[in-house]
């Protein structure tokens, strides 16, 4: 009656215990797959600034803190010079005020952040408020 272990590799069941193997050992590797990279920040192009900006108005940011994170009155201005890529990302995943949170992968990857942060990097700092005459005029 148990054919099987007789003629393990003939016929139908060959193709059947085929199917089955490699199901086994395509689900680890989709899992991988599955993983986001980790975003590399410091070696950003101008394709992730490119992304990044399109990313800022998808992900409605734009909306709260500008179209160049420069600040509004719904959101303050993003400085990423005072903070550092995984504490950005922290927030956006964890925020402790008013902010929406974005929890998760499916509401904003890794990379599609780390595409925002490059782009928000890119943005020129305000001019020094010394540097212009109107202001210095007293
Ligand atoms: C509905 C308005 C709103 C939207 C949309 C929004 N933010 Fe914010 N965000 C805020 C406010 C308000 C704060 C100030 C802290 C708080 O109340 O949570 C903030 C704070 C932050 C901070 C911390 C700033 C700091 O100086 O510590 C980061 C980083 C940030 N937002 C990034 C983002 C990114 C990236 C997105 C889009 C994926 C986004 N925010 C979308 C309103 C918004």
Redesign the pocket.
Known sequence: MNHFFVYPFSGRRFFWAMGATLLILAIPAARVQAQQPTPKVDTASAENVEKGKR??VT???S???GYSGQGTE??????TN??PFP??AR??RQ??????R?GTQKQ?SDSA?AD?YAFLKSVPPPPDPKSIPLLNDD
Do not use: K
């Open positions: 990313n800022f992900y409605v940011c909306a709260c803190h719904r959101g303050p201005r993003l400085d005072r903070i504490a950005f927030y956006v925020p402790a005020g008013s902010m929406p974005y904003i952040l925002i």
